[in-house]
């Protein structure tokens, strides 16, 4: 139940395109949606986060959908540039607990110039 | 300064080896973590120190020891690696410990590590 299942694992989008990757949990205490974006080499840095009380947030090109009753959220990234081309990571955690933060399986994009 | 610093960026070592992994931020923050990361996987966190001290243990085996020295380093020594134990090693910092789960991390960009 502390599972977040994301999806796809790859995405080739063309420059200009729009990349949407989705994130599905069971856990309905999870109250805190954080994605976090890796670029080899590095570690992860926190790209947006959303809390279930909103439905979408806008942070520049990034945005969180989010989903209470269907228990899913998804990035989207508007006017994708080559840049962006990275390691996508959706995570989720629950407030009211200790435990920490419980990430997914992650989503290699790769933008075409 | 927003960085978490990590030394060495690379390290190959023998199974018979003991070496050691630094962290180190200046941000203030309270809490730190160890987190491992396999090629195409994501962090698996490892151990959490609040307030300089081991809050978890994520059953993480006794080859690997975390140490806090003061709130601004974090170490980790290795000592008879298996070669499964190859992986990136992050660091992490945050503001506040994370009972509430929703502080933000601040990572390091991490050893790689090889285990020969």
């Known amino acids: 139940q502390q599972q977040v299942k994301q999806s796809p694992q790859s995405l080739i989008v063309q420059k200009g395109g729009i990349p949407i990757i989705n994130c599905a949990y069971e856990n309905t205490a999870f109250d805190y949606f954080p994605w976090y974006q890796q670029f080899p080499g590095k570690g992860p840095a926190l790209l947006i986060a959303?809390?279930?009380?909103?439905s979408e947030k806008k942070e520049g090109r990034f945005t969180i959908s989010f989903n209470k009753s269907a228990k899913q959220f998804s990035l989207h990234i508007m006017d994708s540039q080559p840049g962006d081309s990275a390691t996508y990571f959706c995570?989720?955690?629950?407030?009211?607990?200790?435990?920490?933060?419980?990430f997914g399986s992650g989503t290699q994009l790769t933008v075409l110039p | 300064d927003t960085e978490v610093t990590q030394t060495p960026k690379h390290l190959v070592m023998g199974m018979t080896n003991k070496k050691s992994l630094k962290c180190e931020q200046h941000?203030?923050?309270?809490?730190m973590y160890w987190y491992k990361q396999k090629a195409k996987k994501p962090p698996e966190l490892m151990f959490v120190y609040s307030y300089e001290k081991l809050s978890i243990n994520e059953s993480v085996p006794s080859r690997f020891s975390p140490e806090c020295p003061n709130s601004s380093l974090l170490n980790l020594h290795l000592h008879a690696l298996q070669p499964e134990d190859s992986a990136l090693y992050l660091c992490?910092?945050?503001?506040?410990?994370?009972?509430?789960?929703?502080?933000?991390?601040?990572f390091g960009s991490g050893t790689q590590l090889s285990v020969l």
């Open positions: 995570a989720a955690g629950d407030s009211g607990s200790a435990r920490q933060l419980t």
């Open positions: 959303i809390r279930p009380d909103v």
């Open positions: 992490a910092s945050s503001l506040r410990p994370q009972t509430a789960s929703n502080e933000k991390l601040f």
């Open positions: 941000m203030g923050h309270r809490a």
